[in-house]
């Protein structure tokens, strides 16, 4: 698997103590090393400031521009720029354009991640940003166009990316910490898209304290089904390793085995996928999960290392409850 990584992506640099900061990229760099998998440096692409525009605001854009000039400076209390950050997140939006045009299985190694910039930025109701510059993944998938899925397993919903591809007609399903309990407040059954766009935004919100078992379940009965039927030519996973168990932003129980999972379950559609870094603050558990992946990838090996967790009785109950109001909603439009 072809891994994009640039040192510039190191330049997006917190004013103080954050845990969205560079070094979160040497973990996963050492656990491309340890996987053995080849590093391509992204090339700055002429038509990148364009390409951002397919998702972003002119004024939004012009905003985060003099923000680089003037750095270091915040955009809102949680999300910060730096004097590298516009080279960084410009250089994230040519590599994914790079890797839909290359039609091949990648992972983007980069940062700011972007999965919670909206249109004009702060999307949606949510506080804040949550760390994010510009949204790769939207921007990826609206230069892909048709046919494309945008794939998010962060724990926090993506709620830029669901403001930006709300009224298209391509696949956007989450996975995520029911929103009652985490930021960024969206991601409910019944935000299902509109206009041409009604019954391609999918959520699958999932309550605090979810396992492995209920995790791939709702994988198997919801996710997968809905991915099939849409058939896409091209996934882009938005990949935060924070629904980890260990992971300090959030609630979730998952191991690396629902990672797997998932993973193998959308390699085994055959289509190129796009694994784009966003989320993820245990950097132990980005190392591992990152070799885990290449090793799946490029062998075919499914070796989580952590044994499954397994879901409290309390827990499951409001799982079911809430399953039953995201079938009712996603049946609408899918065949579950
Ligand atoms: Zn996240």
């Not at 997140?89 to 590599?95: D, F, H, P, Q, R």
């Not at 009652?180 to 999918?202: C, H, I, K, M």
């Amino acid at each position: 698997m072809l891994i994009y990584f640039s040192a510039l992506f190191m330049n997006h640099t917190p004013p103080y103590s954050h845990p969205e900061a560079p070094d979160r990229l040497d973990h996963l760099l050492r656990g491309v090393q340890e996987a053995g998998a080849e590093i391509r440096e992204p090339a700055f692409r002429e038509d990148a400031w364009r390409l951002v525009e397919l998702a972003h605001d002119k004024s939004y854009v012009e905003l985060v521009k003099k923000l680089c000039e003037k750095a270091p400076a915040q955009i809102d209390g949680d999300t910060y720029v730096s004097r590298g950050t516009c080279d960084a997140a410009v250089l994230a939006v040519s590599a994914i354009a790079s890797a839909v045009d290359r039609r091949e299985t990648a992972l983007i190694a980069a940062r700011p991640p972007g999965h919670h910039a909206g249109f004009v930025g702060r999307a949606l109701s949510a506080p804040t940003q949550g760390f994010c510059i510009f949204n790769t993944a939207a921007i990826g998938a609206l230069y892909a166009g048709e046919g494309v899925a945008v794939l998010d397993i962060d724990v926090h919903h993506g709620n830029g990316t669901q403001e930006i591809l709300y009224e298209r007609d391509l696949l956007y399903i989450s996975t995520h910490q029911h929103p009652y309990t985490l930021y960024p407040g969206t991601g409910f059954p019944e935000e299902v898209g509109a206009g041409r766009g009604e019954g391609y935004n999918v959520n699958v919100p999932l309550p605090p304290r979810t396992g492995d078992d209920l995790y791939i379940q709702a994988i198997d009965e919801v996710v997968m089904p809905v991915l099939k039927q849409y058939d896409p030519r091209l996934v882009i996973v938005s990949l935060g390793w924070d629904a980890h168990k260990d992971d300090p932003l959030a609630d979730m129980r998952l191991t690396l085995k629902s990672y797997l999972y998932v993973f193998d379950a959308v390699l085994k559609m055959q289509k190129p996928i796009i694994f784009l870094l966003e989320g993820g603050y245990n950097r132990d558990v980005i190392r591992r999960g990152t070799k885990a992946l290449i090793r799946l990838v490029d062998h075919g090996e499914f070796a989580p290392g952590e044994t499954q967790t397994e879901t409290d009785h309390h827990t499951r109950n409001k799982y079911l409850e809430v399953m039953r109001e995201v079938k009712n909603y996603v049946g609408r439009y899918w065949r579950l």
